[in-house]
Every structure is written in C-alpha cells, then in structure tokens.
C-alpha cells in the first residue's frame, strides 16, 4: 500500500531520526533543494487539475500519479542517507516554533515559502552560509503542503466530484449540480472552506441527496432560472443542515442545440448558523443571482460546463464566499452611541459640515455607502456614527474597515463598508462603484469630500448597461466603451439639507446621552412615517412607471409635506423606494422614456 505523501516527507526529507533540527553543512542546503522543488511540482499539478479529476480515466491517472510521487521522493531518500553523519543543532520543538510563527508573521501560503527559500538558496555559493529560519521555514511548509495534498485526495475519494478549497467562507460547502440525461442528478463540483472540519453526515448523507431534492421536481422545466435563477430554501433538522438552492437553466442555441441544460447551486451551512444567515438572506440572494448570470452567459458561449468554465467560475466564486464570511460581525443591532460622532466627547472629531454632507448623501443613497480612509479607527467611527440611520436587517449587511484580513476589496450592496486605502491611494475606481445594484455615496476622510452616484433612475441606467457589458464580454462578444459615462457617475455634494442641519444642531447642544439617543430615534422614525405618506399619496393618485406624477402634483406634495428643500426631498424618495420598489421613477419618470420621447419630438420637426 503506498504511504500518504505526508508519511514520505516525514521519512525522506526530515530523515530516520525525524526533524530534530535544522543540518549546517551547505551541502545539505543545496541538496533538499531538489526535494523542495518536488513538492511544488506536487502542489502545482494538484492546483491545477483542482485537487483532482472528474474523467473516466481518473483511476488510472491516480495510480500513475502515486507511482510519480513515490518515485520523486525515494529518489530523495536514497541520497539523504548519505548525509546521515551530519549534526543538528535545534531541538525539534525550537525549530517547529521558530518556523511557525515566521510563516505566520510573512502570511505566505506554503508554496510562497518554498520558492522563497529556493530563489535565496539558488544565489549562493558553495562556501555561503544559508539562513537557519528561512530553510526552516521552507521545511515546515513543505511538510504543511504535503499534508494538504494528502488531504486533497481524501476528499476525492469522499466527495466524488471536482473539491476546490476556499481561503474564507461563510458556508460549510457550496456545491454545483446539474441534470444528465444519462445518469440522473449529478454533482459537478464542491466548493469547501479552507479548515473547516466536515462531517461525515454531509458527505454520506446530505451529498447525495442535493441534487435529488433540488432538480428532480424541476425535470422538464425548460425555462425555469433562466431570466432569474429561482430560490428554495430548505432546513433539514435531521441531518442538522439548511440549504439555499438556486436553480437554473442555460439558453438553447437553435443552430446547434446546445444549451438547455439544468442546472443548481446550493449553499449549505450547518443548521445553528440559521440565524447568522437570515439577515443577510436577501443579499446573498442577490448576489448569487447576479453570479449564475454570468456563469449561463459562460455556459452560452462554450456550450457545456467544461472544466476551464468551472475554474473561471470558482474566480468569481471567491469574492462572494469572503464578503459572506465578513457580514454581520462587526455591527451589533441596536442604537448605541458609543463609539460614535454623537458619543459626549466626540462632537469635535469631524468638520461639522462635512458631518452633515455626509448624513445627508448616506441618507439620500438610502443607507449605501462607502467609507474610505488611510486610519481604520476614524473609519469605524464613521461607520458607526452612519449606522445609526440604518435598520437593524441593514446593520446585518454591512461591515467595517476589515483589518488583518488579506481581502479588502469593494464588496457590491452592502449598506455600508469602510476600506482601508494604501498609502498613495485616495480614491476608489467607478467600475467598482457601479456593480451595486443601488446607488451608492462616497464619503472620503483623506480629503474630507462626500460624493455621490446619480439619482436612481439614471444609475440605474447606467449599472443595467455595465452589467450587459460583463455579460457580453463573458459569452465572447464585443462590448461598448461605457467608461466615459463611468468617470462621471460620482458628483459632489451640498450641504443644505435644512432637515439634518436642524438635527445636528439639536443633538449638539449639551444634551444627556439618553436625550440624544431620543433625538436620533425620533428623528430616524419620521423619515418612515414621512415616507409612508408620500407612498399613499402616489397610491392615490394612480401614478406608476409608465405614467409618473404631473410637476403640479408634486409641487403640491412637498409643499404639504413641507419638503421645500431639494435635498430633504431626494432624502425622502430614497425611503419612500425602500417602502414600495418603484417609487422614484413613479414620481420622476422614467429617464430611458422621456429620452424617447424628447427624440421623437426632435424628430417631427
């Protein structure tokens, strides 16, 4: 029976006497150089035939790869034996923990580490001295590879499908399926969080039943998921899992009948994180829709889901799977002022006008937005002073300036983020801007600015024709230039909100911190209940996309409502649209309409 690569690293590389320290004699340097580059070329082929492969012809594969690998390593060990005279000088322990806490402090992966110490080993001459910690770390990282390897073909044997593993992820797995009219419901590829400890009910038990409850009953379905994937959710309490399951189909080509396929992608976590994954329910949701049409779009131009359009997926997998890890841990529900710019103390810590530009471009964005700073603790406490005017659902779905985590990029439709820019950086790219599907603001504590996207009807133009570009560039087509329009989607901002300037004003005479919270609350409430007026108001009148309220109607409603000012008004459409979808262009129109229209006045003359 052949040995784990694990147990033939421990025999060949580390010697009969296991690793009881680190060898001086250059020679010895030089020499595991060649077992080192064995193990990358390992961990290389693993990485990409991703852990391993789906063909028919994979048994014979594995076979002849554990023939390779027990080559290269007795190989290594036929010539480490020779080097069995040479002394130790660390104690097996001192070593192990100098190394560890070097590769922790660099953040390198394990093959990072290795080729690190090659290219340094590689430059020296044979009377040079090689550095003690860096071998050690290569070392410890080989044998950190090797077992990751051996955990890789663990998994092949108990998932039978395609295992990539995730640096971060919220869920236990994430698991593609589709319908093959030979074979049935099949898995195509599982997608696991690094380090996390599976159970063996979900690879005996719940695997095998994801794609039998979730595409079975959809069998003849032929345009089910197709414009939008459609959502089921499922909590099974025997096996103590849930499941969020998003299925659907790729478009039929009619020249060459490809396409047609039925497809699914379910979320799996175990069933006491219920409660961390109802919250963010509504952006996962969202965010997952928005994946699966870029993977139909992948799937329309290929034709099947090969193995090149599964790896380009799993890229785009892994930006959601971490802002999902990072929802709902930062914020705590409730209105607390600790922390804040409202906190007693802290009413010097911003400009009072950018305070108020920034409440107000937050509350006009309904509640999205965008903290950028170089400082993570001036941004957390604009985070917190935002998240004031946010519900508690919203609070769920946003986070703070991530610190210590590798990934800090933009994570569309969150409510609001903090990123941390480099030193050098003071602005965020507008493609990155418009993949929200709301608008969004942009506050900057660099160089104090607050901006915005424009109003609804018109980002919404411009995200919808962004995101055809995506999916026009993923099925191979040609796209148009849309970065003009993109350099100009942010505009700043006035501070002339007579609604927030009255509120600050309030909250910053020397009240108790009881009587602010008050203020806040109250304040926050009326902008609902104000809204829910507006939203009757439009009821009553009958308007609605297609027929948008008369200028004199309008008039006449912000003038009972009080809303002379232009700012409070657009604060107040941003709400009334969290009330009832729809609101805005009920009342503004619909701008793609009115440019139709104005054309075809041009027209007639």
Same mark, same amino acid.
Not at 277 to 293: D, E, G
Not at 404 to 430: R, S, W
Not at 470 to 497: C, M, P
């Given at each position: ?18 690793y009881k320290g680190i060898p001086c004699h250059t020679r010895l ?79 390198? /992966? =394990? ?7 090659? !290219?340094?080993?590689?430059? +020296?001459?044979?009377? *040079?001295?090689? @550095? ?53 419901p099949v898995n195509k590829r599982v997608w696991i969080g690094r ?60 020249? /060459? =009948? ?7 992608? !379910?979320?799996?976590?175990? +069933?006491?994180?219920? *409660?961390?994954? @109802? ?92 903290v950028l700073g170089h400082d993570s603790t001036l941004i957390d ?225």
């Amino acid at each position: 029976m052949t040995k784990p690569l694990s147990q033939s690293f421990m025999d060949t590389a580390l010697g009969p006497e296991s690793y009881k320290g680190i060898p001086c004699h250059t020679r010895l340097y030089k020499h595991n150089i060649i077992f080192l580059e064995n193990v990358l070329q390992l961990a290389s082929k693993e990485e990409n035939r991703d852990v391993f492969s789906e063909d028919e012809e994979s048994d014979d594969n594995a076979d002849e790869d554990e023939d390779t690998d027990d080559q290269l390593f007795s190989n290594h060990k036929d010539e480490n034996e020779d080097q069995d005279n040479l002394d130790f000088t660390l104690t097996e322990e001192t070593a192990a923990m100098e190394a560890r806490a070097a590769m922790h402090e660099r953040g390198m /992966s =394990g093959e990072e580490r290795i080729q690190s110490w090659l !290219s340094s080993s590689k430059s +020296l001459g044979d009377g *040079d001295a090689p @550095l003690s910690n860096d071998y050690n770390e290569a070392m410890s990282a080989a044998a950190e590879v090797s077992e990751e390897i051996d955990m890789a073909e663990d998994a092949a044997s108990l998932f039978g499908c395609p295992v990539n593993k995730m640096d971060q992820s919220a869920f236990t797995a994430v698991v593609l399926s589709m319908w093959d009219n030979v074979s049935g419901p099949v898995n195509k590829r599982v997608w696991i969080g690094r380090g996390l400890n599976i159970s063996s009910s979900f690879h005996q038990k719940l695997l095998p039943f994801i794609p039998q409850c979730t595409l079975n009953s959809e069998v003849g379905c032929e345009t089910v998921g197709l414009e939008s994937a459609l959502y089921k959710f499922f909590v099974l309490t025997e096996i103590g899992y849930i499941m969020a399951s998003f299925i659907f189909t790729t478009p039929l080509d009619s020249s /060459s =009948g490809a396409g047609g396929s039925l497809y699914v992608i !379910s979320l799996v976590q175990q +069933l006491e994180m219920i *409660d961390k994954y @109802l919250p963010i329910s509504t952006l996962c949701i969202a965010r997952m829709r928005s994946l699966i049409k870029k993977l139909q779009a992948m799937l329309k131009k290929v034709g099947s889901l090969t193995p090149a359009v599964q790896d380009e997926f799993t890229e785009l997998l892994r930006p959601f799977l971490t802002d999902m890890s990072t929802m709902g841990i930062s914020l705590t529900p409730g209105m607390e002022l600790t922390g804040t710019a409202f906190s007693p103390g802290n009413e010097t810590l911003f400009d009072i006008h950018f305070l108020r530009k920034a409440v107000t471009s937050h509350l006009q964005t309904g509640g999205v937005t965008v903290v950028l700073g170089h400082d993570s603790t001036l941004i957390d406490i604009m985070i917190r002073t935002l998240a004031l005017f946010l519900t508690n659902d919203e609070r769920q779905q946003s986070r703070f300036a991530l610190k210590n985590i590798e990934y800090t990029a933009y994570a569309p439709d969150l409510f609001l983020q903090g990123l941390i820019l480099q030193k050098g950086d003071v602005d965020i790219d507008p493609e990155l801007i418009i993949q929200s599907e709301s608008p969004s603001s942009v506050i900057s504590l660099i160089d104090q600015s607050v901006r915005q996207t424009k109003e609804r009807n018109e980002y919404m133009v411009l995200h919808d024709q962004s995101k055809t570009d995506e999916l026009l560039r993923l099925e191979g087509l040609e796209i148009s230039d849309s970065k003009t329009s993109q350099k100009q989607l942010l505009h700043s901002i006035q501070d002339k909100s007579i609604m927030v300037k009255e509120l600050l004003d309030l909250v910053f005479k020397p009240h108790t911190r009881h009587n602010r919270k008050a203020l806040l609350t109250h304040f926050y409430g009326g902008l609902y209940r104000k809204a829910h007026v507006i939203v009757q108001y439009v009821k009553h009148l009958g308007a609605s996309v297609n027929n948008p309220m008369t200028d004199e109607h309008i008039r006449l409603m912000r003038r009972d409502l009080e809303l002379n000012c232009q700012q409070d008004f657009e604060i107040m459409l941003a709400f009334s649209e969290k009330l009832r979808k729809g609101m805005f262009t009920s009342l503004l129109g619909d701008p793609l309409a009115k440019e139709e229209q104005m054309l075809g006045l041009l027209g007639a003359f």
